[in-house]
């Protein structure tokens, strides 16, 4: 077996690769841990991320300027962002795009590479993007936290959509991606440890509670320009949450357009079934280092059951009624 040591300053998968000097600066003054992929994760303006990730974060939150015609698509990892991207897209593009189309983006191009991160693309390794040329109405997906987005989005009246799925999903979900991807020479992450670091809000973008709080709070005082959505509604409705998603994003499906099944044949297209099967997410890579096939699992609500022991439920049960509890936000994770 092949163990691969990692010093503080080494990279694993091009973890600190090309940092700056003004980044690895402040990397020594922000609290560390253990990473769930690479060797650490820091604590920038509140919430965990990669040294890779907090370089492309500060470049865009200093460049990036929205204009209020602008869709910003923010999730936790592994909260459904593929699923939003697709959805997004398609409605606002069905005029370019019409559904009767043989030669849609979206049965060619992964979610992530026809909506970009601002982070993991557009900001990448010191980027300045010229984004002035995008189609309208430009369409980007990010997982920073609220209180961290640039000053343009917050003030720009913008529209932010957020997806919020259920953490006993979210983390198996997160778990087995992590597993998926890691190296075949290191050494799975245990559940347990995985688990405790979760629990303690120790895993990338979180404390989980904290970011879904921050967005939340946000669609409440601002709901004509911060929507929050849950992926179990979405699956327990799709129709419904496209149409609202539709509506909020100022292209309502006419009634024309419902007569004909657009709506359901968009929630067709960019299900969990269709994309799964589809060339361009069986290979290439359209998020950095990962492959888009592990991007598309099992897609359902409840896998946690299959997992998670009785004392996990127990303090994960707990851990949220003590962080969440109060703000109305809550999750049913029990059928
Ligand atoms: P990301 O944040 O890294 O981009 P994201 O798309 O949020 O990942 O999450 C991946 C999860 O969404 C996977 O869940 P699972 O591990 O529980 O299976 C993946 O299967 C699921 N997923 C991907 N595409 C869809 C889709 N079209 N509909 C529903 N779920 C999906």
């Not at 690895?24 to 040294?51: D, I, M, N, V």
């Not at 849950?230 to 799709?238: C, L």
């Not at 492959?291 to 949220?320: A, S």
């Amino acid at each position: 077996m092949t163990i691969t040591h990692y010093s503080e300053n080494q990279s694993r998968d091009g973890e600190e690769e090309e940092l700056s000097h003004e980044c690895k600066e402040l990397l020594l003054s922000l609290p560390k841990e253990k990473g769930w992929r690479t060797s650490h994760l820091y604590k920038y303006q509140g919430f965990w991320c990669q040294a890779s990730e907090i370089q492309s974060i500060i470049s865009f939150q200093r460049h990036f300027q929205a204009s209020e015609t602008d869709v910003v698509l923010t999730t936790v990892p592994k909260s459904g962002t593929t699923w939003l991207k697709a959805l997004a897209f398609a409605i606002v593009n069905r005029k370019r795009f019409p559904m009767s189309n043989n030669n849609h983006p979206l049965l060619t191009s992964n979610p992530h590479d026809l909506v970009p991160f601002f982070e993991y693309k557009l900001y990448d390794k010191h980027q300045l993007p010229d984004l002035s040329n995008l189609p309208q109405p430009r369409i980007f997906g990010t997982h920073v936290p609220f209180p961290s987005l640039p000053t343009s989005i917050k003030k720009s009246g913008c529209r932010v959509v957020y997806i919020c799925r259920n953490p006993f999903d979210t983390f198996i979900s997160s778990w087995h991606f992590i597993n998926t991807v890691k190296p075949g020479s290191e050494a799975p992450m245990s559940l347990d440890e995985a688990f405790e670091m979760y629990c303690n809000g120790v895993i990338g973008f979180g404390p989980f509670w904290d970011h879904m709080l921050g967005y939340w709070k946000e669609s409440i005082e601002r709901p004509h320009k911060v929507l929050f959505l849950t992926y179990e509604d979405m699956k327990k409705d799709v129709t419904f949450h496209l149409k609202k998603l539709a509506e909020f994003l100022g292209f309502p499906f006419s009634l024309e357009e419902e007569r004909a099944g657009d709506v359901e044949k968009i929630a067709k297209l960019c299900s969990f079934e269709s994309l799964k099967e589809l060339e361009v997410n069986k290979v290439g890579k359209s998020i950095k280092y990962f492959e888009n096939k592990n991007l598309f699992r099992k897609g359902e609500v409840g896998d946690w059951v299959n997992y998670l022991t009785p004392r996990m439920v127990e303090k994960l049960t707990k851990v949220l009624e003590d962080k969440l509890g109060g703000s109305g936000l809550s999750f049913k994770v029990f059928s």
